[in-house]
T-cell receptor, first 115, second 115 residues
Framework: DTAVSQTPKYLVTQMGNDKSIKCEQN?????MYWYKQDSKKFLKIMFS???????INETVPNRFSPKSPDKAHLNLHINSLELGDSAVYFC??????????????FGPGTRLTVL | AQSVTQLDSQVPVFEEAPVELRCNYS??????LFWYVQYPNQGLQLLLK??????LVKSINGFEAEFNKSQTSFHLRKPSVHISDTAEYFC?????????????FGSGTQLTVLP
């Protein structure tokens, strides 16, 4: 009965590889987000989708491409991984946006390590 | 300048002692403010939020925060902490980004409750 789930929990890979992180929510929410938390625990939004449409796209390298096949899923694909991509990636969801006022529910995170 | 500033990166405190985690925000941001908690190896959970109305907001586990417009602060307090309160605490504010608003987080404060 997990609300927001992410797979995998840990991901270790070599520089230059392409990898994907999956996110699913069973809360019936229509807005989903991806955040990156760096080694200093600084948390920053990367993308936001509402009803499968991109509404927030921060300054993120175009090696990062989110894909939302339906409202319950928002996957993150990363091409040509670099050392600086090592971080914990959090998925979140909310019911609508209401200008950001609606509570966001976070997944457990995916720790990506690029060697 | 940072939009949300958490002055203390680490706060150690003995069990049953009071604690205050400080958060200041830039006057240019909206006054929608949040505190999130991240327990070890877990995602973030909303602790409390200020959107409007009473400047003192409370969580179900004894934390409270007061919105102070003149001091641009939203400090988090608890009169008596438990070992289980040990976690990372993030202050956040809604920031306008184009036509959308997004959560912008402070750098976090690690609260460690000592026996």
């Amino acid at each position: 009965d997990t609300a927001v789930s992410q797979t995998p929990k840990y991901l270790v890979t070599q520089m230059g590889n392409d990898k994907s992180i999956k996110c699913e929510q069973n809360l019936g929410h229509d807005t989903m987000y991806w955040y990156k938390q760096d080694s200093k625990k600084f948390l920053k939004i990367m993308f936001s989708y509402n009803n499968k449409e991109l509404i927030i796209n921060e300054t993120v390298p175009n090696r990062f491409s989110p894909k939302s096949p339906d409202k319950a899923h928002l996957n993150l694909h990363i091409n040509s991984l670099e050392l600086g991509d090592s971080a914990v990636y959090f998925c979140a969801s909310s019911l609508g946006t209401s200008g950001g006022l609606n509570t966001q529910y976070f997944g457990p995170g995916t720790r990506l390590t690029v060697l | 300048a940072q939009s949300v500033t958490q002055l203390d990166s680490q706060v150690p405190v003995f069990e049953e002692a009071p604690v205050e985690l400080r958060c200041n925000y830039s006057s240019s941001v909206s006054v929608y403010l949040f505190w999130y908690v991240q327990y070890p190896n877990q995602g973030l959970q909303l602790l409390l939020k200020y959107l409007s109305g009473s400047t003192l907001v409370k969580s179900i586990n004894g934390f409270e925060a007061e919105f102070n417009k003149s001091q641009t602060s939203f400090h988090l307090r608890k009169p008596s902490v438990h070992i289980s309160d040990t976690a990372e605490y993030f202050c956040a504010a809604l920031i306008s980004s184009g036509s959308a608003r997004q959560l912008t987080f402070g750098s976090g404060t690690q609260l460690t409750v000592l026996p």
